[in-house]
């Protein structure tokens, strides 16, 4: 570090109204990034940040950052020596230095005229404003709004700035337009319990300071705060918290001093199916579920209060959230009430009234496709009873018409396993209106049942042949259908049930479905590239699926994966990894030497022209290969697959090692290049080696 610069800390708080708790946790990483790509473009150098949020404040505190820009010397090639006196005055004028200051150095074009130009550091106090401002403005807000008159748009109205470096206030401010936010070294806690504003000088009085105002700055923290306390509560009374990952993200983002409280849920309401007990909790309210020893809901629920912990308070807390839970619990009984009264099937008329979507006709009309469509499958998913299938196809959207699905919008396929239960239908059917919709991403369970199975497949391939077909495809981040989800769902439930399904036979007889569609617009395309995903993500090498991809065409999930494994296997054994440097030695010098003299390789190698034991050895060998795999191919034994390329190592090792390729004579040269291509050619009916990296 140069003498006298000194490391110090700098810490920015944006306070403003809440911030929405599904922007949050990406806006603080966003906040974060943007300080640290313009320290990085001013070469401020630092030890290290993080950022901190909760709904009214975005933090990031920077450690180490130098105290000033170190001096650059920037170094410009003038003129020749022997130039015109204007282009060297030109050249002066440019650079702001005299003749004097100008050195001659000779370079292989002759002897130029060099400007050494010294440019002092800035102090890193001057700088941070405009980097601040920068990243005020360049923050990616999903939605944005302006307030007053001002011009600046932001999440939400912004109300101070803090900004301090070295543990002072650093001078500064945001123009909104209309309005001027002064940076400070203020801040204030907590809107009801300490909205008095207080000084701060560096991150670790900010955040003491702020505890003590009931604020809990780091989000991770309140995080902890809140799963402990309410896990107390609950084995205070012989009860467990039921895991809700996503529930106890998005509370975190509703409060800033966390006061988990219990409550009671009033004992008529247990009656309802425990799926809509918890989606009116959590959805509507943001109360986390209990559950007994057993697995069952507990007539019980926690909620987070953002206050204080006070006897009183709470009781009043509690007894106010009772309340509105259970005035929403009985609107959802008395619609659970009045829908089971009318029959499931006798809905099913109601979906001729529902559209799919524009272009796609209702869902009356999906359904019919959908029951077709599954009928058609139905002949790869053993034990397929095809009047369940029927029968729970023509269910599974029914519930749509329910005043509890109209209710609870997610719960629908739920619900109507309920209503079709109810109306004394089989537990197989039940079960596959209730799963029609799974699996819904890369980690919920996946269905196993023969009947689920198909529903949910024949539903979500209907759909994206649908979507496909008038174009209305993802692009780039957005997917407003969902569509990668479905595609993602088609691979797990092929997958996990090891089935041998044609994509591209089963989306031409959905298509034709839709006889008003002649193309699938790419369909295939884009299932199989959710799958290189899919496989990548769960930590498959890229390189090793790049290779099965481009060795042929193959629409079966379940081969192109099994290949996958089998060429995983091979190139991790000793045969597999030297043979990989052999392809590679082979295919080099084919594409090498073939160039020189356009030496075509439509025939095979000429055993006439064998000169030595290797060669005759590899061809055999080669030969031996090229007369199985076909058969061992079409039976999908890809392990036996790449156990016949290891009996070519031997061979192909000692040709290598004893046969010249570019021999004088052009005969032999073209002739063991030959040779080279058929071994290329071979190894790559297996998987395409050339993509494969070391």
Not at 34 to 60: M, W, Y
Not at 285 to 308: C, R, V, W
Not at 505 to 523: D, I, R
Request: hydrophobic share 40%.
């Amino acid at each position: 570090m140069p003498k006298g610069i000194v490391m110090a800390e700098f810490l920015l708080e944006l306070f403003s109204e809440e911030i929405p708790a599904r922007m949050q946790k990406r806006a603080a990483e966003d906040l974060n990034r943007l300080i640290i790509e313009g320290l990085k473009n001013n070469a401020l150098t630092f030890d290290s940040s993080f950022s901190q949020v909760t709904p009214h404040r975005l933090c990031v505190v920077v450690e180490g950052l130098i105290s000033k820009q170190p001096n650059i010397i920037n170094e410009r090639r003038g003129p020749r020596v022997d130039a015109p006196d204007v282009a060297v005055e030109g050249f002066l004028k440019s650079v702001g230095l005299t003749r004097n200051d100008l050195e001659e150095r000779g370079t292989s074009k002759g002897k130029f005229l060099f400007a050494i130009i010294n440019n002092a550091g800035q102090e890193t106090k001057d700088i941070l404003p405009k980097i601040i401002d920068s990243a005020i403005r360049a923050m990616p807000w999903p939605k944005s709004m302006r307030w007053g008159r001002n011009s600046f748009r932001w999440v939400r109205p912004l109300h101070h700035i803090l900004a301090v470096f070295d543990k002072r206030k650093l001078e500064g401010h945001l123009n909104l337009g209309d309005d001027i936010l002064e940076y400070a070294n203020m801040t204030k806690g907590h809107r009801f319990l300490a909205p008095q504003s207080f000084e701060v000088e560096s991150f670790s009085d900010y955040r003491e300071k702020l505890k003590k105002a009931f604020v809990v700055i780091d989000r991770e923290e309140r995080k902890s705060i809140i799963m402990e306390r309410a896990q107390n509560l609950a084995i205070a009374r012989g009860i467990e918290l039921k895991s809700d990952p996503s529930l106890l993200e998005e509370a975190c983002g509703l409060i800033e001093w966390p006061n988990p409280l219990i409550g009671k849920i009033q004992h008529e309401f247990m009656t309802l199916p425990p799926e809509a007990l918890v989606c009116a909790m959590r959805s509507h309210q943001k109360y986390f579920a209990l559950i007994d020893h057993d697995g069952e809901l507990s007539p019980n629920f926690i909620t987070i209060s953002n206050m204080t912990s006070d006897s009183k308070r709470n009781e009043t807390t509690v007894n106010g959230n009772e309340r509105v839970l259970s005035a929403r619990l009985s609107d959802a009984k008395f619609f659970w009430d009045q829908d089971r009264a009318i029959k499931l099937s006798s809905r099913i008329p109601a979906l001729a009234n529902i559209k799919f979507y524009e272009k796609l006709g209702t869902l009356g009309e999906k359904m019919v496709r959908v029951e077709a469509l599954g009928v058609y499958l139905s002949k790869w998913v053993p034990n397929t009873d095809k009047v369940s299938l029927k029968r729970a196809i023509q269910l599974a959207k029914a519930d749509l018409t329910t005043s509890m699905v109209g209710e609870f919008p997610e719960l629908q396929g739920i619900m109507g396993s309920y209503f079709a239960h109810n109306d004394g239908e089989s537990d197989a059917v039940c079960l596959a209106i209730k799963e029609h919709h799974s699996p819904q991403g890369p980690s919920d369970l996946c269905p196993t049942a023969p009947l689920s199975v198909v529903v949910s497949l024949a539903d979500k391939i209907d759909t994206l042949v649908g979507f496909f077909a008038i174009n209305e495809k993802p692009t780039g981040s957005k997917d407003p259908f969902a569509l990668r989800r479905y595609a993602l769902g088609i691979i797990r439930l092929i997958r996990e049930n090891s089935l041998r399904l044609p994509l591209q036979e089963v989306v031409t007889k959905s298509l034709a479905l839709y006889p008003e569609f002649k193309h699938e617009n790419g369909l295939i395309d884009f299932i199989m590239e959710r799958l290189r995903i899919f496989l990548r993500n769960s930590g498959t090498r890229h390189d090793l699926i790049s290779s099965i991809f481009a060795a042929g065409n193959d629409d079966d999930i379940n081969r192109l994966i099994d290949r996958i494994e089998a060429l995983e296997k091979f190139l991790s054994s000793d045969d597999g990894d030297s043979l990989l440097v052999a392809y590679r030695r082979a295919a080099n010098i084919v594409a090498i030497e073939s160039k020189k003299d356009g030496i075509s390789f439509t025939s095979k190698p000429d055993t006439d022209l064998f000169q030595s034991e290797e060669e005759r050895n590899v061809m055999e060998a080669l030969a031996r290969v090229v007369a199985s795999l076909p058969t061992i191919m079409e039976r999908q034994e890809f392990n036996k697959a790449t156990e016949a390329l290891t009996t070519l190592r031997e061979p192909v090792d000692a040709y290598f090692l004893n046969v010249i390729v570019n021999s004088d004579d052009p005969l032999l040269r073209k002739n063991r290049l030959k040779t080279l291509d058929l071994i290329v050619s071979t190894m790559n009916t297996v998987a395409d080696f050339s993509v494969l990296e070391t």
